[in-house]
């Protein structure tokens, strides 16, 4: 991970700098023209106007992505403002996608991904692993605890148990007390040791690459067996975890529920090789921005965009203080607004240490 994460961060660094200039010219053309303000005043109205206009759009339902301009209406207005100002967003709201062509959909779900791909250039998997073996364990440890606790937990467990044949070979009385802090560990310490079995009896010690494979593992089911292809592998894979299910429902991408319903239906708004990053941004959003009880509307970059906008808190200095954001040692810490977690465009920074 260190490997990968290094490449990221560089490549997030080269990124920045664009992003940071357009975000300068946008918010003085922001300023030019008060975009912000027509919207809350037409938003009602525009609200309870929108279906008559969309009418003749939902015939159109299975057109080619380049026809049907009308929704683009939705988006294009707010998007200045939020771009500029993150808090700024609350009162420019686009109209529930209600009706929503195809077209529309796959348009706007693009859009909120390439926002996302700014404000978090440098998102990747935030458990730290150097080869696939390391990533497969800390994936299955990840289960009902932080990332950030199973960093700190993974180093001693391969230091000891440095490969498949080892951690096979564990005692797991030992196993259980260094995965103790990541919690049920006696069901984890089962799984990474029978997962370990498998990979020394049936595959020379090596991580397959291949789904089929994975998904066959102890303690591997379809999310962990994407985490593990997309990062170790580069093969895209979609990650249907807890914060990636609340979010894509949020946004109306889909009304699904079950997780291999939902990876099949986001899979099919997105070309194939936006997938594993797509599902960075995601997971990073709903993990910073989009909580689940309370999320930070108010303080939202892509709420122009979400139909779900004014689910949490929409006032922007109280939004800023929902913003979680996680410090070495102290996961999911609330750090004081606003220069703690905003760098100089407004966006929310990235996490301490992170590449
Ligand atoms: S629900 Fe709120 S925080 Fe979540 S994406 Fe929508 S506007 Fe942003």
């Given at each position: 991970?260190?490997?990968?994460?290094?490449?990221?961060?560089?490549?997030?660094?080269?990124?920045?700098?664009?992003?940071?200039?357009?975000?300068?010219?946008?918010?003085?053309?922001?300023?030019?023209?008060?975009?912000?303000?027509?919207?809350?005043?037409?938003?009602?109205?525009?609200?309870?106007?929108?279906?008559?206009?969309?009418?003749?759009?939902?015939?159109?339902?299975?057109?080619?992505?380049?026809?049907?301009?009308?929704?683009?209406?939705?988006?294009?207005?707010?998007?200045?403002?939020?771009?500029?100002?993150p808090?700024?967003?609350?009162?420019?709201?686009?109209?529930?996608?209600?009706?929503?062509?195809?077209?529309?959909?796959?348009?706007?779900?693009?859009?909120?991904?390439?926002?996302?791909?700014?404000v978090?250039?440098?998102?990747?998997?935030?458990?730290?692993?150097?080869?696939?073996?390391?990533?497969?364990?800390?994936?299955?440890?990840?289960?009902?605890?932080?990332?950030?606790?199973?960093?700190?937990?993974?180093?001693?467990?391969?230091?000891?148990?440095?490969?498949?044949?080892?951690?096979?070979?564990?005692?797991?009385?030992?196993?259980?007390?260094?995965?103790?802090?990541?919690?049920?560990?006696?069901?984890?310490?089962?799984?990474?040791?029978?997962?370990?079995?498998?990979?020394?009896?049936?595959?020379?010690?090596?991580?397959?690459?291949?789904?089929?494979?994975?998904?066959?593992?102890?303690?591997?089911?379809?999310?962990?067996?994407?985490?593990?292809?997309?990062?170790?592998?580069?093969?895209?894979?979609?990650?249907?975890?807890?914060?990636?299910?609340?979010?894509?429902?949020?946004?109306?991408?889909?009304?699904?529920?079950?997780?291999?319903?939902?990876?099949?239906?986001?899979?099919?708004?997105?070309?194939?090789?936006?997938?594993?990053?797509?599902?960075?941004?995601?997971?990073w959003h709903g993990r910073r921005i989009c909580h689940?009880?309370?999320p930070a509307c108010?303080a939202c970059p892509i709420?122009?965009?979400?139909?779900?906008?004014?689910?949490?808190?929409?006032?922007?200095?109280?939004a800023?203080?929902l913003l979680k954001?996680?410090?070495?040692?102290?996961?999911?810490?609330?750090?004081?607004?606003?220069?703690?977690?905003?760098?100089?465009?407004?966006?929310p920074?990235?996490?301490?240490?992170?590449?």
């Amino acid at each position: 991970m260190k490997t990968a994460a290094a490449g990221k961060g560089a490549s997030a660094s080269a990124k920045k700098a664009a992003p940071a200039k357009k975000a300068t010219a946008k918010k003085s053309a922001a300023k030019k023209a008060p975009v912000a303000k027509k919207a809350p005043a037409a938003k009602k109205a525009t609200a309870a106007k929108k279906p008559a206009a969309k009418k003749p759009a939902p015939a159109k339902s299975s057109a080619p992505l380049k026809k049907a301009p009308a929704p683009r209406k939705q988006v294009v207005a707010p998007k200045k403002a939020t771009a500029s100002v993150p808090a700024a967003p609350a009162k420019t709201v686009a109209a529930h996608p209600r009706g929503e062509s195809r077209t529309a959909l796959v348009r706007r779900a693009r859009r909120i991904d390439r926002e996302l791909a700014e404000v978090y250039p440098y998102a990747h998997p935030e458990l730290d692993f150097e080869n696939p073996f390391q990533l497969v364990v800390a994936t299955v440890l990840s289960a009902q605890t932080t990332d950030l606790r199973v960093n700190q937990t993974t180093p001693a467990l391969f230091a000891k148990y440095p490969t498949p044949e080892d951690l096979a070979a564990a005692d797991p009385e030992e196993v259980e007390e260094i995965l103790r802090p990541t919690g049920f560990f006696r069901a984890k310490t089962k799984s990474v040791i029978g997962l370990s079995k498998a990979l020394a009896e049936q595959f020379g010690g090596e991580v397959p690459g291949r789904l089929e494979d994975l998904v066959k593992l102890p303690g591997v089911g379809r999310k962990t067996a994407f985490v593990v292809l997309g990062n170790a592998f580069g093969r895209p894979g979609i990650t249907v975890d807890t914060h990636f299910q609340r979010l894509v429902r949020r946004w109306k991408w889909t009304d699904e529920t079950d997780p291999d319903k939902i990876e099949a239906a986001v899979g099919a708004l997105f070309p194939k090789s936006d997938w594993t990053d797509l599902s960075h941004h995601v997971i990073w959003h709903g993990r910073r921005i989009c909580h689940a009880r309370k999320p930070a509307c108010g303080a939202c970059p892509i709420a122009p965009l979400c139909p779900a906008y004014g689910e949490g808190e929409t006032d922007p200095e109280k939004a800023k203080k929902l913003l979680k954001y996680e410090k070495a040692g102290q996961p999911g810490q609330r750090l004081k607004p606003p220069q703690a977690y905003l760098d100089a465009g407004g966006r929310p920074a990235p996490p301490l240490g992170a590449g």
